[in-house]
């Protein structure tokens, strides 16, 4: 699939240089959704990753840590084991074996995607980029001229200069995921995606778990009610929640971390066998990476993906804005169309999720920013305590929330309950197409089903509620 290929002399003496159409750099969703974008329009490709195709999402993040969270929602749901007539005794649990099926689960899907780009013939070659010129980048003894170059390189975990990650007793999400006992007890400096997610993993399994969160509430970007809800369930599960606190430092003891914490004006020691540094990721970019980065270390792209080098675009975690595989996919597919002159889209209602007990999604505006935005706004909330299949699950500790501007037009909407993660996709269709609450009333939803929580949401908003006073 190359358009030709030479013999050059370098430094470190005589290199093979390829001139192909383009050349990724990074494997995982913003990386191999663009690869494959290009082969469909014909184009030459190949894809450097230093790693394990699939990047962070398949091999350190979402798949990983959903495994997890599978079993340890299988182990919960032996609890209520009794309500449905069965007696169970627990005789053991073997915890190594849990992380011996998350990486089983992970070896699997790596393997269907290389046998994916294969087919597609997208050579993929394992090893580090480094840029010569804004025009060459060397892999190993190869040296590649592409037309155009798509850097998608994400990010990795950040540590803060306070809490040094030894690995043993301090670890990052990376390195928690390879664990194969568990600790009696946890403290998780983050209350973001990643700490809550974690949080319900581990307590599920009767970790003492404390969450210790700089901002006002945890999950800082969700509806103040999403948060406030998730809370009331995590303390009922007693995972303790200390939010606008703030880690001052770490006191290594023998056996275990004292965790200094200010709450407020108010010191808190905390004793814990680990500590989870959850405080967000940051940038990696190539080596000899020619185009303009911010503050933080992102890579600055316009509308169309590229970057203040021409011919280098940029898509995924490595540009900044929201840190998601699934957008990471669309941003990979439009900077490709961009390159190639093909229509791409660079704005979308871009879904979120949450994958703790219970579960939280949300598209759109929160209620707070529609404010800042319309200013007046009409809001609806659905308690799942009146939907049939919920109680039925035993999981109707949850609602679901309309935001809408005062023209009828929903800006947002926001679940926590069963199914959320399933049930977003609908409401992001709804917003895409810009639909009024009175469109969305048309809409027959089936019974008993969790997903006509969000019609009786609408009804109320429309103060017409079928099932609500």
Known sequence: ???????????????????????????????YAGAIRARHLGKSVVVVEKSSVGGTC????????????????????????????????????????VVKNKDQVVERLVDGLKFLLDKKEIR???????????????????????DNILVAT???????????????????????????????????VGGGVIGCEFATVFASYGVQVTIVELMPQILPPEDAE????????????????????????????????????????RTLELETELVLVSVGRKAVLPKGFPAEVDARGYVV??????????????????????????????????????????????EWFVPSCVYTTPEIASVGLTEEKAKEQYGEVLTAKYSLKGNGRAVIAGQDSGFVKFVASTDGVVRGVHIIGPQATELISGATVALEQGLTLQEWAEVVYPHPTVSESIKEAVLSGLGIGLHSL
């Not at 009922?236 to 023998?254: F, M, N, P, Y």
């Open 154 to 188: 994400g990010t990795v975990p950040f540590e803060l200069p306070n809490l040094a990650i030894d690995g043993e007793r301090v670890v990052d999400s990376d390195q928690l995921l390879d664990r194969d006992s568990l600790p009696k007890s946890l403290v998780i």
């Open 226 to 265: 999403i948060s406030q809800t998730l809370t009331r369930e995590f303390k009922k599960r007693k995972i303790k929640v200390l939010t606008g606190a703030k880690v001052e430092r770490l006191r290594h003891e023998s056996d275990h971390v004292v965790v200094e914490v200010d709450q407020k004006g």
């Open 1 to 31: 699939m190359y358009q030709k290929q030479q013999r050059v002399e370098t430094e470190g003496g005589e290199t093979l240089s390829q001139q192909i159409d383009l050349l990724v750099i990074g494997g995982g969703p913003a990386g």
């Open 301 to 346: 792209v316009d509308g169309k993906y590229r970057s203040s080098v021409p011919h280098i675009y940029a898509a995924g975690d490595i540009i900044g804005g929201m840190q998601l595989a699934h957008l990471a996919f669309e941003e990979g597919w439009s900077a490709v169309n961009n390159m190639a002159g093909e229509p791409a889209r660079n």
């Open 124 to 146: 993929v070659i394992k090893g580090e980029a480094r840029f010569l010129s804004s025009t060459e980048v060397q892999v190993g003894d190869e040296i590649f001229k592409p």
């Open 58 to 97: 398949l091999n350190r993040g979402c798949i990983p840590t959903k495994a997890l969270l599978e079993s340890a929602h299988f182990y919960g749901s032996l609890a209520s084991a009794k309500t449905h007539g069965v007696s169970l005794e627990i005789q053991d649990l073997d915890y190594s074996q």
